[in-house]
């Protein structure tokens, strides 16, 4: 079988993986087309666009109304992180709405409706108006629940509409509800931002907001203060996860859809041990694969056509890096993977005060990773001068043993490297264009259970390419320090390219697994160990960027072996990383 229908097969066994997990992740959200599932645009008072995903059990009818919930994602999320909660409800026969506040998804930034400036709700005020004058709607049974910030906006929302229910999982001081409404508090053990605040979660049973809403002076954990009947309910149960874990915990999961069913009448009172959310991260994570299979298939048949094989460089006469396995591997594969965990905190810190602009318009968190992959850039570039005046260049190494070259000969061709950005954003278009057809077809992003691919609204279409020229340099002098490393046999075909591959992707991330593992023990054990300048989620949101650098890290590898130059997988890497920056986080609220 020769390379080209091999890869052919591959490519069609993508498209299969993509089309069936599309198919079962659709089919979970709706419960086999027992709900409708729907995207809403809505305009706001001011004349701002805001989205949100609405499920509709066929069971929600103008003779029979539903009770309706309405699902806030946390700090920078777009909504659909939250299906778990929102198709498991559903399920239980309410009408519900997971939104995209302000910022998020395809949510216009209205400064009208901010929080921290103007005590706003974050549009979950018009969600709640839209819903309310919805004929399958009943009015009178509408509660809100959120994760993380999303608590605060849900709690903020009870103080401009009258709710039936609250749902929160972190603190804030707010106004005393004015009307009756039930409330529940579910607080992870090990919740890192919780953690961040206080010393144990025991200190939460006499926060001054909570107590003075349970109406006692030390809250008792898992007691009914109150009544459901009364509609004057309050709980707090705290269970044995951390904070990223409230998004799809089981546990969690189990008594945000228990507190909705006790608070309001559920048409559909399935017992809360009948959960199927879990399979939709499976069919998703298959969605997945194919991309990523498909990415890598459609890059080898395109640099075997006509229109790019010229891309394809002669092999270099000296080739750079220590042999597989010696003294000086070993040293240099450890420096690679020590450079971005020594730059992590203070890149991360300085990030993290970085204002957002016109320019860079997303919020703090992803502009933290964006000056740390900056100032590890720098690492690797002191790294790889000392490699080359120490060792490269008595090898005789050149442009063309480090990847640089542009053409035959040591000369820089404009038009090669042109070419290599084209090939890049067709590469990039086509993963663009299979995320649309998801979008479109199976009414879902493709999220993981923290991270999710969603399409770009203008306002992220305008700032994407500034965060492609913030993550560049990281890409351009990671792929030059990772020269200093051979690999065992020929790495430009067969299993030893594959081989290569995937340890090339992995040394330089290793570090970085390494810190997070530690950080994920640590904190479950006990508490996050360091937490200054916000590290506490720097570290957890590691799980989300360790998968895609090592993805866009791959991909460039790969292309690298096959063209023996590092700029067509430079720029598809590079593009790669700053669209999923740009794509899971939020416009910021004040620019």
């Known amino acids: 079988m020769t390379h080209r229908k091999r890869t052919s097969i591959l490519l069609v ?3 299969v993986l993509i089309l069936v997990g599309s198919f079962f992740s659709n089919a979970i959200n709706t419960d086999f087309g027992k709900i409708k599932t729907d995207r809403l645009y809505l305009m706001n008072d001011n004349g701002y666009t805001v989205s949100a995903r609405i499920y509709i059990p066929k069971t929600a009818t103008q003779e029979a109304p539903a009770p309706a919930m309405i699902i806030c994602p946390g700090g920078d999320s777009p909504s659909d992180l939250l299906t778990p909660w929102a198709s498991e409800i559903a399920r239980r026969g309410f009408v519900v709405a997971l939104v995209d506040y302000t910022g998020c998804g395809d949510t216009e930034v209205d400064n009208a409706s901010q929080y921290w400036t103007n005590h706003g709700a974050m549009e979950l005020e018009t969600i709640y108006d839209y819903l309310a004058n919805r004929p399958f709607v009943d009015a009178t049974q509408i509660g809100v629940g959120g994760h993380s910030m999303g608590s605060l906006y849900s709690y903020c929302l009870s103080t401009k509409r009258q709710v039936s229910l609250v749902i929160s999982d972190v603190i804030y001081s707010e106004a005393m509800p004015t009307y009756n409404l039930d409330f529940v508090q579910i607080s992870g053990q090990h919740d890192e931002g919780l953690l961040a605040r206080v010393n144990k979660i025991d200190e939460l049973f006499k926060d001054p907001f909570l107590t003075e809403l349970f109406g006692t002076d030390e809250i008792e954990p898992n007691k009914l203060y109150g009544s459901w009947e009364d509609h004057n309910a309050r709980i707090f149960y705290v269970v044995n996860q951390t904070h990223a874990d409230d998004m799809y915990w089981g546990q ?31 069919a998703l994570f298959v969605v997945i694969i194919g991309i990523v299979m498909m990415l890598f298939c459609v890059a080898d048949l395109l640099l075997d056509s006509d229109l790019f094989s010229s891309l394809k460089l002669p092999a270099p006469q000296v080739t750079a890096g220590f042999a597989f396995k010696s003294k000086g591997w070993w040293i240099c594969a450890a420096i690679l993977a020590l450079i971005p965990v020594l730059f992590f905190f203070p890149g991360t810190a300085v990030g993290n005060q970085m204002a957002s602009n016109k320019l860079f318009q997303l919020g703090t968190t992803p502009n933290g990773f964006l000056i740390w992959s900056l100032f590890s850039a720098c690492g690797m570039l002191v790294f790889f001068l000392a490699y080359h005046f120490m060792y490269g260049k008595k090898k005789g190494c050149n442009v063309s043993s480090y990847g640089l070259a542009t053409g035959s000969d040591t000369k820089v061709h404009i038009g090669y490297i042109v070419k290599s950005a084209v090939f890049a954003l067709i590469l990039f278009m086509l993963g663009y264009f299979v995320l649309m057809l998801i979008y479109r077809y199976a009414d879902t992003d493709v999220h993981g259970l923290s991270i999710s691919f969603r399409l770009l609204n203008d306002a992220k279409c305008a700032t994407m390419p500034w965060y492609c020229l913030g993550m560049l340099p990281y890409f351009l002098l990671v792929t030059l320090a990772g020269n200093t490393l051979q690999f065992r046999g020929d790495v430009s075909k067969g299993k030893d390219m594959t081989k290569s591959v995937i340890l090339g992707a992995c040394i330089g991330m290793v570090g970085m697994l390494l810190l997070f593992i530690f950080y994920e023990v640590t904190l479950r054990l006990n508490r996050p160990f360091y937490t200054g300048h916000f590290a506490h989620f720097y570290m957890l949101l590691l799980s989300n960027v360790l998968l895609q650098f090592c993805v866009a890290s791959g991909l460039a590898i790969f292309i690298r072996r096959k063209t023996n130059s590092i700029w067509p997988g430079v720029f598809i890497g590079t593009a790669l990383v700053a669209f999923g920056m740009v794509s899971s986080n939020s416009i910021a609220m004040i620019i």
């Not at 969690?252 to 399979?279: C, H, K, Q, T």
């Open 13 to 15: 066994i993508s498209f």
């Open 252 to 282: 969690f999961v189990r008594l945000v859809v228990d507190s909705a069913m006790n608070s309001m009448e559920a048409p559909n009172p399935l017992p809360v041990s009948n959960m199927i959310y879990g399979w939709n991260f499976v």
